[in-house]
């Protein structure tokens, strides 16, 4: 806290008082002169001579020294901090007008939760096959009822029993409508709700795996599924806990075939390498990734890394990000990614170094496997997975990693992608035609 914030506070203390500067320095035994000097930033005070000052204006020599405004001042000054602001005179400001600095505060911290909430609404908008449904559900309903209605209104010689099938109608699509519209004002209004909100069953179970770390050490130690249910109260509906059930009994047989101890020693033998792992166990690369994946805990030294497996239509089935390449919730997410490539190519792996918008490099190690036994005459089913590598966690692992890696330019979703002409972009790119924009 700088010294200058301690001469403006007695100052407003002092007019709050009603009293001169004559006065309050007579009663706090300091000059005239030297109390203006003190009032006005020009000498410091600390001490006995804060203590008698406190006591003249009644007050506790703590609310002149720290005052009451510490937590409004810290966040003025992050405000300032993230370079939109000058932040000069911000104590100035918190002392001698703490309603419009509130003010100020209250402003950055709504502006804050708009952009939060509009992220959130606009990844539903692009991703959401709830919200896509919903919506159709309300176009078609609207649609027939404004069909139905048109009848009515523009034939006059309608027979009285198909006129009541008519207005029957009406009043079934109505109903229907106004059902599909409480369910839409219900999920926006949990989505609004702020970042951490979530408003699918999907968001709640990535809630659940990020709050353990996509790590289960109850599995992991033989603990039943049933136990690690019983403990998650954040999976509050039917369908959230459905899908995390069907993950944890995937981890579980993950765990039963690949156990933590053994799997842990050879992939400290090996750097961690997965094709060599997967030489030692057997078994799919895809569960190789995903145990790969859940050894970075406290009890474990292990590189960072991160995993998405996905189906062959594109849904995700397994979400592990980085801080350093997000995620999508659901779909949508950069067609230049290397784990849609993988799906021409089966059983095929590549390495590449990805590059995104802000320079950041992560490598992915990519291949696609079938699902299942093949079947003569049968379809076969593929799901593809992306190992991803950050720069620190590749320094540390073995000879596998030094092949010369592909290199691709990529985004997290056209939505929000700022580069431009890229041949692969679908949609509409909001943010460069906001940034394009005519000033």
Known sequence: MSSHLIGTRIRE??????????????????????????EHNRRGIAGVRLQALARALNISPALLSEGPERALLAELQAIAGDGSADASGIEALVAQNPVWADRIAALSRQNRDLRESLAVLTDRLSNDPFLAETLHAVLSNVTAIRSTAGILSTVDDIEPDQQRRFVRSIHEESRRLSDAATALSTYLDQAVQGKAAAATPEEVVDRFLQKHGFAFAALDAGQSVDEVMHDAAELDSAPAQTLARALLERYASDASDLPLDAFYAAA?????????????????????????AALRRDSLESPRLGLLIVKSAGQALWRQPLAEFALPRHGGACTLWPIYQAFSHPNHATL???????????????????????????NVDYQAAMLLIPAESAQGLGSWLSEKPLHRSVGTTCAICPRKNCDSRSGVNFLARVTDAPR
Request: glycine letters at 8%; one cysteine or more.
């Open 268 to 292: 400290q033998d090996c750097q961690f390498d997965p094709f060599a792992l997967q030489r030692k166990f057997g078994g799919q690369m895809r569960q190789i990734f995903r145990r790969l």
């Open 352 to 378: 590449t170094a990805l590059e995104m918008p802000d320079g950041t490099s992560v490598f992915a190690l990519s291949l696609a496997e079938p699902v299942g036994p093949l079947k003569l005459g049968a």
């Open 13 to 38: 203390a002092r007019r709050k008082m009603g009293v001169t500067q004559r006065h309050l320095a007579d009663l706090a035994g300091l000059s005239p002169s030297y109390l203006n000097l003190i």
